[in-house]
Nanobody
Framework: QVQLVESGGGLVQPGGSLRLSCAVSGSIFSNYHMGWYRQAPGKQREMVATITRGGSIEYADSVKGRFTISKENAKNMVYLQMNSLKSEDTAVYYC???????????WGQGTQVTVSS
């Protein structure tokens, strides 16, 4: 069973930075596409950033130029560096792992990010 554990959330002022981490256990990390998603109160969960097992990266338009996704296969870790945070970035952030074939999708428990003065 694959387990994902996020950490690094918290309260930050507008313009500040946070780094989220996701530790993956229970399977071969390098076989998975990884991603960060977020869900704000009253809104649907949305993609923030994804990185394929081959290293291709995509970002939501709202975070381009501010957020950076990265991973360390040797440590089974994926990160989300968030800079120039805005109040609209406030949400619960979830780590996701997808095994493409056969298809499996796993989620972490989420970590709260609050951007407020």
């Amino acid at each position: 069973q694959v387990q994902l554990v996020e950490s690094g959330g918290g309260l930050v002022q507008p313009g500040g930075s946070l780094r989220l981490s996701c530790a993956v256990s229970g399977s071969i990390f390098s076989n998975y596409h990884m991603g960060w998603y977020r869900q704000a109160p009253g809104k649907q969960r949305e993609m923030v950033a994804t990185i394929t097992r081959g290293g291709s990266i995509e970002y939501a338009d709202s975070v381009k130029g501010r957020f950076t996704i990265s991973k360390e296969n040797a440590k089974n870790m994926v990160y989300l560096q968030m800079n120039s945070l805005k109040s609209e970035d406030t949400a619960v952030y979830y780590c996701n792992a997808i095994h493409p074939s056969p298809f499996y999708s796993y989620w972490g428990q989420g970590t709260q990010v609050t951007v407020s003065s």
